[in-house]
């Protein structure tokens, strides 16, 4: 699969911290931001053409967090991402599962203290580029149904992994 994420190792891009969970399901939401331009013209079909051949993605994401992550959270997002302003690299779930990619908070996250101490995050996440299948991959994926998409990554396994970790060759 092709990953739109392939760029993210760069040095200077803070890490999504491991002790910290991942956004929970309730409330997850992607919705891909326009990325055209318009033109009406006086007669004739409008013209529409690309602004760029990046997308950028919002995510309504939210976390629980006890209040030990809390700080560390909030630290994070103040020190390593500058308060939000910086790109980071996290998982997060689209089509092909859960998958690292570069984001960074579309403004300020909200908390509220829920009964037991912990803590809830909400926020908005920008993201750019979500993995997707190739222009290959969608037109198998077409014309063979879904499933070919789990068949193209059990052989991509077997081939590059279980087969080179064998002596074949």
Same mark, same amino acid.
């Given at each position: 699969?092709?990953?739109? &994420?392939?760029?993210?190792?760069?040095?200077?891009?803070?890490?999504?911290? /491991?002790?910290? +969970?991942? +956004? =929970?399901? /309730?409330?997850?939401?992607?919705?891909?931001? +326009?990325?055209?331009?318009?033109?009406?013209?006086?007669?004739?079909?409008?013209?529409? =053409?690309?602004?760029?051949?990046?997308?950028?993605? !919002?995510? @309504?994401?939210?976390? *629980?967090?006890? +209040?030990? &992550?809390?700080?560390?959270?909030?630290? $994070?997002?103040?020190?390593?991402? =500058?308060?939000?302003? &910086?790109?980071?690299?996290?998982?997060?779930?689209?089509?092909?599962?859960?998958?690292?990619?570069?984001? *960074?908070? &579309?403004?300020?996250? /909200?908390?509220?203290?829920? #009964?037991?101490?912990? $803590?809830?995050? !909400?926020? @908005?996440?920008?993201?750019?580029?979500?993995?997707?299948?190739?222009? /290959?991959?969608? @037109?198998?994926?077409? %014309?063979?149904?879904? %499933? %070919? #998409?789990?068949?193209?990554? *059990?052989?991509?396994?077997?081939?590059?992994?279980?087969?080179?970790?064998?002596?074949? $060759?």
């Amino acid at each position: 699969m092709s990953t739109g &994420a392939s760029n993210i190792t760069g040095a200077s891009l803070a890490i999504w911290p /491991d002790t910290l +969970p991942l +956004p =929970r399901v /309730d409330g997850y939401a992607l919705s891909a931001q +326009p990325n055209t331009l318009r033109t009406e013209l006086e007669a004739g079909a409008a013209r529409v =053409r690309l602004r760029s051949q990046a997308l950028i993605y !919002k995510v @309504q994401a939210q976390w *629980r967090f006890s +209040p030990e &992550a809390f700080a560390v959270f909030d630290a $994070w997002w103040f020190h390593q991402l =500058r308060q939000g302003v &910086a790109w980071f690299a996290m998982p997060l779930t689209a089509g092909l599962g859960v998958q690292l990619v570069q984001a *960074r908070f &579309a403004g300020a996250w /909200d908390s509220e203290l829920l #009964i037991g101490g912990r $803590w809830q995050v !909400k926020a @908005q996440l920008e993201v750019q580029d979500l993995p997707r299948l190739s222009l /290959d991959e969608t @037109q198998v994926a077409s %014309a063979l149904g879904p %499933a %070919a #998409i789990d068949i193209g990554n *059990r052989l991509h396994a077997w081939l590059h992994e279980s087969l080179a970790a064998t002596d074949y $060759w």
